[in-house]
């Protein structure tokens, strides 16, 4: 395996957990300390994607209360409560997948062609776009499967905590949180299994893309840990949350829909020509 110049990753990043970088590391050393940010940088990073994800999350939030204000169809915004549940379930699954994310990188690259840095970039490639679509349909099949297995009609389907009289069901939340983490488990091993079958192309496009920062500084690394996950994590966000939260039943949307067009005759009646006096 060829390295551009005489150092390696752990010699241009300095000192990890008091180890001194040299040029003749081992290559797993190497890998490992190119996925994981070492000291302060790295709890920065960390918190950075945090915050960026949250941020993302509320926005949306934000957004869908202005169309709502703005009557636009089929919209109806999530209070607070049922939005931080909702979110909590794709921040905890983030997590998980995050830390799955940092061991497939460092299994990778010691067994493979290319570095940590490489396979980090393409498990986040992969997760953000084809895992979407695995999550999506293992999200629909498991409730299913789980509703028919245990009987329980409408504890599994994601996005509703509440029952008929509009009270808090915690065993719905916890329930569907364990549906979300299986199905994020699921499409990452699958994911994984993918990635070892087309490791050969995978390892030259993302080498390609990588090769296109210098490997002697420190943007590569930013690259890959931070501005590519802030990016394209924030796609994922979005899109996940629009099939992770409740959609309407048909009576809902139809009172709902009864309602606003309720309100929209109230305001246009308003502006009615009165009867000529006199």
């Known amino acids: 395996r060829s390295h551009v110049g005489s150092s390696s990753w752990t010699e241009r990043l300095g000192p990890v957990g008091g180890s001194r970088g040299r040029a003749m590391v081992p290559l797993s050393d190497e890998h490992k300390e190119c996925m994981l940010l070492p000291g302060i940088f790295g709890?920065?990073?960390?918190?950075?994607?945090?915050?960026?994800?949250?941020?993302?999350?509320?926005?949306?939030?934000?957004?869908?209360?202005?169309?709502?204000?703005?009557?636009?169809?089929?919209i109806r915004a999530r209070n607070w409560a049922t939005f931080l549940l909702d979110s909590s379930k794709q921040l905890i699954g983030?997590?998980?997948?995050?830390?799955?994310?940092?061991?497939?990188?460092?299994?990778?690259?010691?067994?493979?062609?290319?570095?940590?840095?490489?396979w980090y970039w393409v498990n986040i490639m992969m997760d953000t776009t084809l895992g979407v679509g695995i999550v999506y349909l293992l999200l629909r099949g498991l409730t299913r499967a789980f509703e028919a297995l245990t009987?329980?009609?409408?504890?599994?389907?994601?996005g509703d905590y509440k029952d008929e009289s509009g009270r808090m069901i915690?065993?719905?939340?916890?329930?569907?949180?364990?549906?979300?983490?299986?199905?994020?488990?699921?499409?990452?091993?699958f994911v994984a299994l993918l990635m070892l079958i087309l490791r050969v192309p995978m390892a030259a496009v993302s080498g390609a893309f990588l090769n296109l920062f210098p490997e002697s500084s420190k943007f590569?690394?930013?690259?890959?840990?931070?501005i590519t996950p802030v990016c394209m994590n924030a796609m994922q966000l979005w899109i996940t949350d629009h099939f992770i939260k409740a959609t309407d039943k048909p009576e809902e949307q139809s009172l709902h829909g009864q309602r606003e067009e309720a309100r929209t005759r109230s305001e246009l009646g308003s502006f009615e020509p009165q009867g000529e006096l006199g």
């Open 220 to 226: 590569r690394l930013v690259v890959v840990m931070v």
């Open 94 to 118: 983030s997590g998980w997948v995050h830390v799955v994310n940092l061991f497939c990188a460092s299994t990778f690259g010691q067994m493979t062609e290319g570095d940590g840095c490489q």
């Open 151 to 158: 009987g329980h009609k409408r504890i599994f389907i994601s």
């Open 170 to 189: 915690p065993l719905k939340y916890f329930s569907q949180l364990g549906v979300w983490l299986l199905c994020v488990t699921l499409m990452k091993l």
């Open 43 to 74: 709890v920065f990073v960390q918190g950075l994607l945090l915050l960026a994800s949250v941020a993302v999350l509320i926005f949306k939030k934000k957004r869908e209360e202005r169309l709502e204000r703005l009557g636009r169809p089929g």
